[in-house]
């Protein structure tokens, strides 16, 4: 069943946005600074490194469960408030599974990006050197991992294209106020 795009648009900028904070609040813990193994395990691509030192395990152990707690959170909310007919018609383990899949995209999303990066000897964590490169990266820093959570949703469940299109608009100012307050916490080495 299709889910009505306001409330399914609601639900995933929640959803994901709780997740969010819990991810801020694990960055910045000692405790995270423990599992800074890479995703990429060493590999290289060219000589290069595949994704870089910045994508390690630790950003995936806290986002992937906090999706599903935050979809499970956000469903039983809509019940509450009478609104969960407009959203997928999934039980709270649905709920849970697909918050999991939705946070592994979200985390995901953004390894092509790193990639790409690596591969134009851009060092992690920085801005490309040239103008026009740095404005192509920071539209990709502020959508991959978006892209990567609504596909996963759209692999899941009927996603709605107007759900697509506003979180695609209204999510790079989500991701904007985390990434600076990743920055002003000191888990970020620039705000952008």
């Known amino acids: 069943m299709m889910p009505d795009p306001v409330h399914a648009t609601l639900f995933l900028i929640a959803s994901l946005s709780f997740a969010g904070v819990c991810q801020v609040l694990w960055l910045r813990s000692a405790t995270s600074k423990r599992f ?4 990429d395990f060493g590999r290289t691509l060219r000589g290069k490194p595949l994704f870089g030192a910045n994508k390690t395990l630790r950003g995936f152990m806290v986002m992937v469960p906090a999706s599903g707690a935050g979809f499970v959170i956000f469903s039983q909310l809509a019940a509450l408030a009478g609104a969960a007919e407009g959203l997928w018609a999934l039980s709270p383990l649905g709920y849970a599974a697909l918050g999991l899949a939705t946070g592994f995209g979200f985390m995901a999303g953004e390894l092509p990006n790193s990639m790409l990066k690596r591969q134009l000897d851009v060092a992690p ?16 820093d502020r959508t991959d991992s978006l892209l990567g959570a609504l596909f996963a949703v759209w692999l899941c ?16 100012g989500i991701h904007a106020v985390f990434s600076f307050a990743l920055y002003k916490l000191g888990v970020k080495k620039r705000a952008g």
């Open 157 to 172: 469940v009927p996603l709605p294209w107007t759900v697509w299109l506003t979180c695609l608009v209204v999510g790079p």
């Open 36 to 39: 800074t193994q890479r995703v």
């Open 125 to 140: 964590g920085q801005a490309p050197p040239s103008k026009k490169l740095a404005l192509v990266c920071l539209a990709l």
